[in-house]
């Protein structure tokens, strides 16, 4: 907790996450365009490559997302030292993940009534790029007062 504390708290890396920020928020509010690095692109090989290529990218996709839980999960499941409560905390984590998935295949048709695309899409994108916008300069100032 000292580590990361000490690195939260530098206005250097304030800032830095700040420009992270402000550039997604450019990038939503249209300003320039991010490239996608052909993610969300049909992969056109087949076969075991083809499959591969798609688990590839997007285990680099859910990693973010799922690595914390899990690190912390196998770090408390060894503080315990108990074998059993670790295959059921697992056990629970891996349901909770495979939950959406399952819930995404079994309502797959419910997607074809969903609004469709519109200028409706376009409004909430620009809005949250100005949320992001507003979060950038809030670490702005947060590192101007750690700086002084």
């Known amino acids: 907790g000292k580590v990361f504390g000490s690195i939260q708290n530098n206005p250097w890396v304030m800032l ?3 420009n ?4 997604f928020a450019l990038s939503m509010l249209d300003v320039f365009t991010l490239p996608s690095f052909g993610l969300g692109q049909p992969v056109r090989q087949k076969g075991g490559w083809g499959i591969f290529l798609i688990g590839l990218t997007s285990g680099f996709m859910v990693s973010p997302c799922t690595a914390p839980v899990l690190g912390t999960l196998l770090l408390h499941i060894t503080t315990r030292q108990n074998i059993l409560w670790g ?3 697992l056990f629970i984590f891996s349901v ?4 959406s998935l399952v819930l995404a295949g079994t309502f797959s048709g419910f997607l074809a009534s969903l609004p469709k695309a519109g200028i409706w899409m376009v409004r909430i994108k620009k809005a949250t790029g100005f949320i992001l916008l507003a979060l950038a300069e809030y670490y702005v100032i947060k590192a101007g007062q750690l700086f002084l």
């Open 87 to 89: 295959v059921v905390l």
């Open 20 to 23: 992270v920020i402000l550039v």
């Open 96 to 99: 909770g993940s495979g939950t």
């Open 16 to 18: 830095g996450v700040a």
